[in-house]
């Protein structure tokens, strides 16, 4: 099924919607990986993910593991309907703009 073209101002700034993009490649993926991929300070992947998640579109765990707590991350449903719905909204904005 695909989603309805809408643009989301919330996730359409290029560092969270590489973070959306990444966590729809995945079921559960660690913080360190997200900071990693993309190259971010701690401190401003915790600011967009308090953002993304006070929106409700991510869902954030830590558990203890080995003594040490993990902190993984996960597009919730709200969030990957979002997702989905502002590729769409992209894609067609290319569509009518390429020849």
Same mark, same amino acid.
């Given at each position: 099924m695909t989603a309805a073209p809408?643009?989301?101002e919330l996730i359409h700034p290029s560092t969270r919607l590489s973070i959306v993009a990444l966590l729809a490649s995945a079921d559960?993926?660690?913080?360190?990986? +997200? !900071?990693?991929?993309?190259?971010l300070s701690d401190s401003a992947l915790s600011k967009q993910?308090?953002?993304?998640?006070?929106?409700?579109?991510?869902s954030i765990e830590r558990p203890v593991e080995d003594r040490r707590r993990r902190v993984? +991350? !996960?597009l919730t449903a709200l969030g990957r309907k979002a997702f989905d719905g502002h590729v769409a909204a992209l894609r067609a904005v290319i569509d009518v703009e390429t020849p």
């Open positions: 809408q643009f989301d559960w993926i660690d913080f360190a990986f +997200v !900071r990693d991929r993309l190259q993910f308090a953002t993304l998640e006070s929106a409700g579109y991510i993984r +991350v !996960r």
